[in-house]
């Protein structure tokens, strides 16, 4: 008797048990439902305002020389500069938050890096040569074919080159492909590099540990400091991991930086 009484008591403690359990998997469905709905919102909400703000001063800016005197316009240039540091702000945010929450959506498939490298030039080398920098590309005799996510690769490598862009005045900017690096024993199989070399104003031995942390702005004290949000690398470092890579840096202060990613060849 005792037995089965006791064998009735567990299996309805199990019922309740299943039960509870299901209830909290439909809350945090629920609340994972919430979540997503506030960040899409968020995003047009806030995205909508700012691109009427940098769109409206473009257009008061192109009518010029109208009624406004040069301090109006610097106040509109203010204002402009203002919308647009809001703006990467919020789209970096809502990216980090996006990792964060697990809703990256990545789609693998076979990249040709040396193809993605040379879209990358592209974009980037006018705006190098334009600053007097020597921009180079260099690129392995063989394709590199990687199984990868072809726009979080472009993301995390635009990311890299525009930092080595932004942060050297003299010098050269170079993007190199290395295929099939082995890194130290023990460090799994084969790596291919992508690297972005600059002659820059390089990062102190003491910032580099922190310049993958959310919001990390170093050389702040320099003037002439660039523009930035401070979340170009904790995104490009997470996306990395999310490719199942990871970036590393080397660099001496006012000599110049090395961000190299690797990731798995296979
Ligand atoms: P942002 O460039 O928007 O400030 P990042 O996360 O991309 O943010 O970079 C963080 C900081 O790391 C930068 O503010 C800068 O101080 C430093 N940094 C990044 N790349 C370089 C580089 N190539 N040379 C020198 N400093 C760099």
């Given at each position: 008797h005792t037995y089965v009484m006791s064998a009735i008591r567990n299996i309805s403690e199990r019922k309740r048990f299943e039960q509870a359990l299901q209830e909290k998997n439909q809350e945090l469905a629920l609340a994972n439902q919430a979540k997503d709905r506030f960040l899409a919102g968020m995003s047009h909400e806030l995205r909508t305002p700012l691109n009427a703000i940098i769109g409206f001063t473009g257009t008061l800016l192109m009518k010029l020389p109208g009624p406004l005197n040069e301090e109006q316009e610097q106040q509109l240039r203010t204002v402009q500069a203002g919308g647009r540091h809001l703006l990467a702000l919020i789209n970096d945010l809502l990216d980090v938050a996006k990792i964060e929450a697990g809703k990256v959506q990545l789609h693998f498939e076979p990249v040709d890096c040396g193809a993605l490298l040379r879209e990358i030039d592209a974009t980037l080398a006018p705006q190098a040569r334009a600053k007097g920098l020597d921009f180079s590309l260099h690129l392995p005799g063989k394709a590199v074919v990687l199984e990868s996510d072809s726009r979080a690769l472009k993301q995390i490598v635009l990311n890299l080159v525009g930092n080595a862009i932004k942060f050297t005045e003299h010098g050269s900017v170079q993007l190199t492909l290395a295929p099939g690096r082995n890194l130290s024993a023990g460090d799994g199989g084969a790596w291919v590099e992508i690297r972005v070399d600059d002659s820059g104003i390089g990062i102190a031995p003491a910032d580099q540990a922190k310049?993958?942390?959310?919001?990390a702005r170093v050389n702040q004290s320099r003037p002439g400091a660039p523009e930035g949000t401070g979340l170009g690398l904790h995104l490009s470092q997470r996306l990395a991991e999310v490719l199942g890579g990871r970036i590393v840096v080397q660099s001496e202060s006012d000599r110049g930086s090395s961000f190299s990613l690797l990731l798995p060849e296979a």
């Open positions: 310049l993958f942390g959310a919001f």
